[in-house]
Nanobody
Framework: QVQLVESGGGSVLSGDSLRLSCTAS??????IGWFRQAPGKAREFVGA????????YYADSVKGRFIISRDNTKNTAYLQMNSLKVDDTALYYC?????????????????????WGQGTQVTVSS
């Protein structure tokens, strides 16, 4: 089955930018979602980008700062994170949506995603 590998995490200062990558082991046709989990908190939705880009969804907490894109020729999705805040500190995961459902709530629900990467750490300090 397809495997996902995230990269690009690191430690930055508040206000800096980072770009995370999510590379699939083979061509994928589904929606790629990004989630994050901070210590002691539940995993939360960050954003999602459909195969042909007809649907993009973002959490309110990152809207206007984060941008998801994908290069299907490289089997890679990206999460461009700008104006980072301390509250953005978390382990970031990308995931492939494997369950049916095209309502917006389906894209935001982690249970819709059946294949996950191992995560990449993002630490933002003030």
């Amino acid at each position: 089955q397809v495997q996902l590998v995230e990269s690009g995490g690191g430690s930055v200062l508040s206000g800096d930018s980072l770009r995370l990558s999510c590379t699939a082991s083979e061509r994928t046709f589904g929606t790629i979602g990004w989630f994050r989990q901070a210590p002691g908190k539940a995993r939360e939705f960050v954003g999602a980008f459909t195969w042909i880009g007809t649907g993009q969804y973002y959490a309110d907490s990152v809207k206007g700062r984060f941008i998801i894109s994908r290069d299907n020729t490289k089997n890679t999705a990206y999460l461009q994170m700008n104006s980072l805040k301390v509250d953005d500190t978390a382990l970031y995961y990308c995931a492939l949506k494997t369950k049916d459902g095209t309502a917006e709530r389906d894209y935001r629900d982690a249970r819709s995603y059946g294949i996950w990467g191992q995560g990449t750490q993002v630490t933002v300090s003030s």
